[in-house]
């Protein structure tokens, strides 16, 4: 959960420092921004490579080489292709999108699209056509549209790469036997009995040699076994066929990378517009939606692992993403490359191995513009049937059986399998066409197709269950079954579904009133049979969690209350209300933080009002807010006569183990603790008079100032508690900035400071401006930013 306070204006502030202290000239606090820490778009910052980064980068650098040249001799592409494709996607893509961790390349979900448009246009004009679609993806991610592409069915994503998946492993089939793909996956399934019956030993042996230790390799047993699993499966199972090809001295065809002097470059698309325009927007989206979703799964996974929490990895901007990809497009398809996406093989890989920025992605694309031209002779021994066999076992693992057994759980088994047949019978844009028909079809039989049912429990209840959407044409059937109920009967009338639109509801609820006026008993459930609430009205109890805000008197009869002993039953009513109606939905969010632990981005340092709600003012949910609250929200100086360590404790946790990017001071009008401020004097040395002692720095600067101090924008203080408190949140930031560890964070440019003033009997919160001391009211504009 992210929260909604709106931030002030980033312009240069100065630092706080305490009255007790010289003052220092002005200097320009950097905000933070969530760009990584080797982005090079980061002023001031050059582009740094980690060591865990290095090493990462080898590891997908070495799962990356075999695949690339392997879906580049699947497409019908020169090899050298695959090569440029993995580099242009490593550097670009890298360098310019907006998910750090996740890797580019040449990917199995295109190769299809690739081969097909190989094909009709020939090469040169493919590459043509991987330019055009990189500008319309850097288009689409100018106009912000990223969010848009996961509006996609899911079970239509999985379906077109489950149907690739397929048409790639009955293409490739062909060349682990030793024979040639034919034009289509229909022509290579009527060709196959044929090749199946004259196979190829030798392309057969180090076909199925490589398809063993691929999948062999993940597996190996023991403390041995763990330490050789590191090693990227591809590279071995490729490294493992080659050598016994060698060794055995069979004769199969092998890869061969030409002159880079010779390398095809792009010539201008010719044929007809319909068809070119249509595989440009293949090529874009399902490049866009691939890249995207598997952005948005390495997110995902980087959350998860361990030590993220150090490593503080930014999420993805998938619209700065999009433009990234295609960045690297334009570059590929420019200098002879295969068209780029994100892949999720190789960035599940960059994750685990330990990567922390886009270091890693960018050294792997150096890493193999470095092999294309200094390992041409150890590429050139792999045999061709090696690589078909790791493409063909890439094609069959994208036949998921967990995606399988997803979607079936989700009832759409039905779209994802007839996504998947028209993929490898008619195309991918046809097949998600299809696709995308038949989703649209499911779900307008889900809102039309609702079953009523009724039956009488032994007790004599009658019990209507309604499954499906309730919606104007299932009233017909609901005004039939409901004139079946006694007038008498109690009833519970139990709504399975998730929608109900108006036509529905009023003859449920006229039903309802006429038949409790007729002596029965109606009792509307949800699917887990839980009572569904009636709407407030005057005649009805309306209580609800956030009555007691608004002074709320009890409506529900005497009779029915619960009374407590000890006067406890308003916290006990609470914690009921909470557990029946809160918790069921914070739950997951909850267990989520208890995994992963309390990752706040701001410390709030707030008064013990009973009349401030944090997490109401901030619209803030569980774990965005680290709060520390005391009487006065003062903040003792370091070092001062009696401290309190509590406080300074807080801080020094939030800005140093929790790393926040901002802490908040935050003052209130009628603040108890400012009008006995005012009058300490003479006071006997109580505890609460000790503490206010801290806030004596801030009568101070309310004297000094002479009406001149801290104000508001928009009208004058009220009294001189109101002024006092304004000054009082200046003060208590000077006194923050005084404590080591702020003071350190916000000279290094990343951690910042705030100071907030609400009103409680208007509502109304300001920020504070540095600069000119004076406290500007939030305004109530859908755009505002976030503190958090």
């Not at 004769?251 to 070119?276: F, I, K, N």
Request: a positive charge; charged letters at 15%.
């Amino acid at each position: 959960m992210s929260a909604c306070t709106p931030t002030r204006i980033d312009r240069p502030s100065r630092s706080y420092r305490s009255d007790r202290t010289k003052r220092s000239p002005r200097t320009p606090r950097t905000r933070p921004t969530s760009q990584d820490p080797s982005s090079p778009g980061r002023p001031g910052r050059p582009f740094r490579i980690h060591p865990a980064d290095l090493s990462a980068s080898v590891t997908v650098f070495l799962i990356a080489l075999p695949l690339s040249l392997g879906i580049a001799m699947a497409t019908g592409a020169p090899l050298q292709a695959g090569l440029v494709a993995a580099a242009a996607g490593g550097i670009v893509a890298g360098l310019l999108g907006g998910a750090p961790l996740q890797v580019s390349g040449p990917a199995a979900g295109l190769t299809v699209i690739t081969a097909d448009m190989i094909q009709v246009y020939g090469w040169r004009t493919t590459c043509a056509l991987t330019v055009v679609a990189g500008l319309a993806q850097l288009a689409l991610g100018c106009a912000r549209v990223a969010r848009s592409a996961l509006a996609v069915s899911p079970a239509i994503v999985h379906g077109m790469l489950a149907g690739i998946g397929v048409t790639i492993a009955l293409a490739q089939l062909h060349v682990v036997l030793g024979g040639s793909p034919q034009s289509s996956a229909v022509a290579n399934v009527l060709a196959l009995p044929g090749q199946l019956a004259n196979p190829h030993p030798a392309a057969l042996s180090v076909s199925v040699l490589t398809g063993v230790t691929l999948l062999a390799w993940p597996r190996l047993p023991g403390r041995w076994g763990r330490r050789l699993r590191k090693a990227p499966a591809a590279l071995i199972a490729v490294a493992v066929a080659t050598a016994a090809t060698v060794l055995a001295g069979l004769r199969l065809p092998q890869v061969d990378l030409p002159s880079w002097r010779s390398h095809a470059l792009p010539e201008l698309p010719h044929g007809p517009v319909l068809g070119l325009s249509a595989a440009v927007l293949t090529i874009t989206l399902v490049a866009s939606v691939e890249s995207l979703l598997s952005a948005v799964a390495v997110d995902k996974l980087a959350t998860t692992r361990p030590g993220e929490r150090e490593s503080r990895v930014p999420s993805a901007d998938l619209d700065r993403e999009l433009r990234g990809q295609g960045a690297a497009n334009v570059v590929s398809g420019a200098l002879g490359g295969l068209p780029v996406t994100g892949v999720a093989v190789r960035s599940s890989a960059n994750v685990t191995a330990g990567a922390v920025s886009r270091g890693s992605t960018v050294l792997h694309g150096v890493w193999v513009l470095l092999a294309a031209g200094l390992l041409v002779g150890v590429l050139e021994l792999i045999p061709l049937a090696v690589l078909a066999a790791l493409v063909m076992v890439v094609g069959v693992q994208m036949v998921s059986l967990t995606h399988i057994r997803t979607v079936q759980r989700h009832r759409e088994a039905l779209v994802y399998a007839a996504t998947l047949s028209a993929v490898v019978l008619l195309g991918v844009l046809e097949g998600v066409a299809v696709g995308v028909a038949v989703a649209v079809a499911v779900a307008l039989h889900r809102l039309a197709h609702t079953r009523i049912t009724i039956d009488e429990d032994p007790d004599g209840t009658h019990r209507i269950r309604v499954r499906g959407q309730l919606t104007f044409l299932a009233v017909p059937r609901l005004s039939r079954t409901l004139c079946e109920v006694p007038d008498d009967a109690t009833v519970v009338v139990e709504l399975h579904g998730s929608f109900m639109d108006h036509a529905a509801y009023e003859t449920l609820q006229q039903w309802q009133d006429a038949h409790t006026v007729l002596g029965g008993a109606v009792t509307i459930a949800g699917r887990d049979g839980q009572r569904i609430a009636e709407p407030a009205s005057a005649a009805v109890h309306s209580c609800r969690p956030w009555t007691p805000w608004r002074n709320h008197t009890c409506t529900r009869p005497q009779s029915t209350r619960e009374v407590k002993a000890g006067g406890n039953d308003q916290l006990a009513s609470g914690l009921s209300a909470f557990q029946r109606n809160t918790a069921p939905l914070v739950r997951d969010e909850l267990a989520r933080l208890a995994r992963e632990g309390q990752r706040p981005s701001q410390l709030f340092l707030t008064c013990v009002d009973s009349r401030l709600v944090t997490s109401m003012i901030t619209s803030s949910g569980p774990g965005d807010l680290f709060t520390v609250r005391n009487m006065g929200n003062l903040v003792p100086l370091p070092g001062a006569e009696a401290p309190d360590d509590s406080v300074a404790a807080a801080i020094e946790y939030a800005v140093d183990v929790l790393h926040v990017r901002s802490i908040t001071v935050c003052g209130h009008s009628g603040c108890a603790a400012m009008a006995l401020l005012s009058s300490t004097s003479g006071r006997p040395q109580t505890s609460l008079n000790r503490w206010l002692r801290h806030g004596l720095p801030s009568l101070e600067r309310m004297a000094d100032a002479g009406g001149r101090g801290p104000r508001l924008a928009d009208r004058p203080p009220a009294d001189a508690i109101e002024q006092l408190c304004l000054a009082n949140v200046v003060q208590q930031l000077g006194h923050l900035a005084a404590h080591e560890p702020v003071a350190r964070r916000v000279a290094e440019g990343t951690l910042q400071l705030h100071g907030m003033y609400f009103h409680v009997g208007e509502a109304q919160a300001y920020l504070l401006d540095d600069d000119s001391q004076v406290f500007a009211p939030v305004a109530p504009t859908a755009g505002s930013t976030s503190l958090v």
